[in-house]
């Protein structure tokens, strides 16, 4: 039985760097992994969150603490704070809250729901050869859901890619990679006691998906460059290695960012990488640099 | 490419502000004193003659193209006739304000002083300002609308040049002696001595090159001198036939047409068609391509040269100099072809190398005749960050000119007149300055009963204690507002559309004016072959927004009452930043693809294409709705109080004419395009102007292509306009504090491109508020 709904937590239109043309990117909220520079947290649980800006960025009107019929709300010095046992997700305290510091991440939405939205630009996809690029969370993990949704853009001709971590059942996996214009695969690590060490989980699925997608669309593979974790000259060669006999498009490395610290605070979780600096340019240049010296895949940053 | 005597000539006429002179308005003077009693018509065409007989003429040191409009470069005349009161109020602080400057004489203010007493009871301001209503007057100085042909000539509009080139000044001489009736005999009498006039003025500046070259000493400038001279006795009297004779044709009517009035707008048009023969005539003579470059260069620069002083308050709503000399390219011609060829290119390479705000280069996009290569060609001029080209639809506006009246071929030969005006080429008087009104304080006389909390004025005119109605009513009470203060506006136009006919016809203009010769009357009194006036509706997206916070708080969900709005309005939100923010953030903005509130957009356009279409000017033209700025916006937001969509007092009030309120537009350029669609393009026959920012670093080669299409898809859904803003704040902010490191550093207002450093620091801020569209849309 197809779950109706899947919770989504974004849908950003106009999106020029999720693939070709001008796209729309859905992002799915849930994730079986835990990377420990995840960029975008609240897209890591499989319920709603409430993301609650910190103290100082609110005025302190209170229109929420007595708005919620939960009582699931309390205000100390660090400001608002949602007790997640009690906050049932009813939208009360995001509609009143008039400074618009209260978001609820993830919200329901049927396929027609979604693919309504979708086609408000369906005429931007089509001039621009653009589409949809599905992304998460992880995609893969509302499958059912997924499977329905891309079927349905299919039937009005609207190219579709997504973005994955790999982490699926491959059985799952092999369908929705069958039906998709493009795969952009995450790799980021391929020792397996480092990738669960970072990530939470094994990287056994993840490679075994990977050859999947390879044989079955375009796949382009992303790695997220971590200072620290995996900016080294042995994880550049072991990736060439992996890819040397795989018909991968192209790898896209993505330099390291701090972008989503403020979330992990709105979402009252700590940050794991706190320590980690950025890359400089020229550390990120010498990881493509080495990389583009063993491999013969077109390698870019994105 | 840019040589290096272009780079130098440029570098020169940046490096000081532009100077007042005196010598038109001594001129014009003297020549009124003695023809008192002649039809107007005739005293006009008789000052022309005296105008280009005596003023001061120059030919600067590193010029090929000569022609300027003192005796120095960025010289720049007074028109008494239309308004001398504010140049004698405020030629003292002229040289001191902080945008627009101009340099001025001790000697140029007591000249200007002497001739004042002479015209004090003659101007179109003065006489205008006894024929309007004190209710008139009011509403005008509420800022409910300007009357902008108060002070200034009409201008806007685009001549047809290729007639004069093509058969010189003599050949429509002989047309005027065709045409000639004794009724209208002061009218035929008057064009013959304004095309003399213009003979003469040519001869002028070939007599003053020939007496430079003869005591010039370096051979290769003697030879140039001589070569001007050469050419300058042959044009524009005579048919050009190279591209240098073409060019100093064109400019030399095109500088005249500023010394006849002082109207801006006067747009080149269509400019990569009517000079593209003399261009293909020297290609094939062997001429260098780089040689024809630098001729369309020094034109350029020309282009710049061109001012006009306006009155402070003016500034604020036309600042930066602006001259909106619009020159466009591409598109189709007259039987349907695609009309792009090598000199669009050039045209566009001529603005992305030489950098300054003049002329406001446009394309016209055809999507089934233009190339993409052409598209992505402007899209790399649009890179260098001073908003050109601004793009046209070519589908909408060729619909649009076959919904005013114009034939096949003329629809397919539209132009652009000004910032985003669409007009014919050449047989129109599109009298584009019919005003501006500024919706947003009609809806504030709406919520207060005529009273305008700002000026603390009681207006007669009341729709009754809004607070006892319903949504319904108070809808229809606005709109009732709307249509009394628009039919104001018409009056008062009209009011000067009969006056700029009566006392400063344009004999001169109306040579180059399709319908003129034949009917025997100039431009401004009807004889064009079309007539319109068109009327710009200001923060219209304002009143989207704050009507539909209304209809949420107010009267759907019963949250907020009506005495609580008008309070916190009255307060400018003292104490009510929840309510305030509640407004701003909690309710669907206009600019995000949401019917909700785009549909009241569309209802509102619909009105408001009724109301104008009602109104015939005294030229026998149809009034016509525009959806276009300038910088009006930030001029009514210092009148305006706080508005129901959470915006402040004297806030900046949305730009453009289409665009988003600053911030609004949170879901992307594609959500923006889809809510900007949805107000009828195709009623909004006068003019709707989009402003678009982008970010430097978004521009890059990848991403160039898809704001290709971006373009394209929003043109096949029937936008009219776009243009882009591409800066980084960053630096806007730090010239804003170092202004002295930025001297040509170019941003795009509305329909024209300034230097950012000369504008009003109100509208520098303005511009860098403006929403930037970002990949994905805003991120919370």
Known sequence: ?302 | MMTERIRKLKDFICSFPPEVFADRAEIITESYQRTEGMPSVLRRAVAFREILGKTDIHIGDLERVVGSLCGKARGCPVYPEYDMTFVINEMDGLADRNTDRFLISEETKARLRAIYPYWQDKTIAYRAFLRLSDEQKDAASSLVYILTAMRSGIGHLVIDYRSFLERGILGILEEVKEKRTEEHAAYYDAVEISLRAICAYAERYAALAREKAETEENEERKAELSEIARILHKVPARPAETFAEAVQSFWLVHLALHLEASGHSMSPGRFDQYMLPYFKHDLERGVPVEELEETLHFLWLKFFELNKIRDKVSTIAFGGYPMFQNLIVGGIDEDGNPAENELSYLCLAATRQIALPQPSLSIRWNEEKSSKRFLLAALDTVRIGGGMPAMFNDKTLIANMRTMGYDEKEANDYTIVGCSETTGNGNVEPWLTGGFLNVAKVLELTLFDGYDPVAKRQFPFRTGDAETMTWEAFYAAFKTQLAHYLMLNIKGDDVLDELHGSLCPTPFVSAFIRGCLDAGKTNLEGGAKYNSTTLQMVAVPNVIDSLRAMKKFVYDEKTVSFSELKDALLSNFEGREDLRSLLKNKSPKYGNDDDSVDLIGRDLVDFLYGEVEKYTSPRGGKYRLALYTIASNVLFAKYTGATPDGRKAFDNLADGGVSAGHGRDQLGATALLNSVVKLTPTKVLGSSLLNLRLTPNFLTDENKEKIADLVRTYFKHGGQHIQFNVFDEAVLRDAQIHPEKYPTLMVRVAGFSVLFTTIERALQDDIIRRTCQESGGKKW
């Not at chain 1, 302190?60 to 100390?76: E, F, T, W």
């Not at chain 1, 998460?136 to 190219?159: C, P, S």
């Not at chain 1, 490679?207 to 994880?235: D, Q, S, W």
């Not at chain 1, 490395?253 to 979402?267: A, M, N």
């Open chain 1, 1 to 302: 039985m197809v779950k109706t709904t899947a919770l989504i937590f974004d849908v950003q239109r106009f999106c020029l760097f999720d693939g070709d043309g001008i796209r729309t990117t859905v992002f799915f909220k849930g994730c079986p992994m835990r990377c420990a520079w995840c960029c975008n947290p609240e897209s890591q649980s499989f319920s709603s969150e409430l993301m609650i800006k910190p103290a100082g960025a609110c005025a302190d009107c209170r229109k929420c603490l007595s708005a919620c019929p939960q009582g699931a709300l309390s205000l100390s010095e660090q400001g608002v704070s949602a007790d997640p046992d009690k906050c049932v997700f009813c939208g009360r305290c995001e509609t009143l809250c008039p400074f618009d510091r209260i978001r609820e991440a993830g919200k329901p939405y049927t396929v027609d729901e979604l693919t309504e939205l979708i086609l408000k630009d369906r005429d931007y996809y089509e001039d621009s050869r653009g589409g949809v690029t599905l992304s998460g969370g992880e995609v893969t993990a509302q499958a059912d859901f997924v499977l329905a949704l891309i079927e349905r853009l299919k039937r009005e001709k609207i190219n579709v890619m997504i973005e994955t971590c790999g982490f699926a059942d491959p059985a799952v996996f092999a369908r929705i990679a069958g039906m998709v214009d493009r795969v952009y695969f995450d790799v980021k690590l391929l020792d397996e006691a480092e990738h669960i060490r970072y990530t939470g989980q094994s990287n056994k699925p993840i490679l075994e998906n990977l050859r999947t997608a390879a044989k079955l669309t375009e796949t382009v593979v992303r790695v997220p460059l971590i200072p620290g974790v995996n900016m080294t000259g042995a994880f550049a060669a072991d990736l060439a290695a992996l890819l040397a006999p795989l018909p991968v498009a192209a790898v896209e490395l993505l330099p390291y960012h701090r972008l989503g610290v403020g979330k992990y605070r709105e979402l009252g979780r700590p940050y794991a990488l706190a320590d980690t600096p950025l890359a400089s340019r020229e550390e990120n240049l010498a990881f493509l640099e080495a990389l583009k010296k063993q491999t013969d895949k077109p390698v870019r940053f994105r």
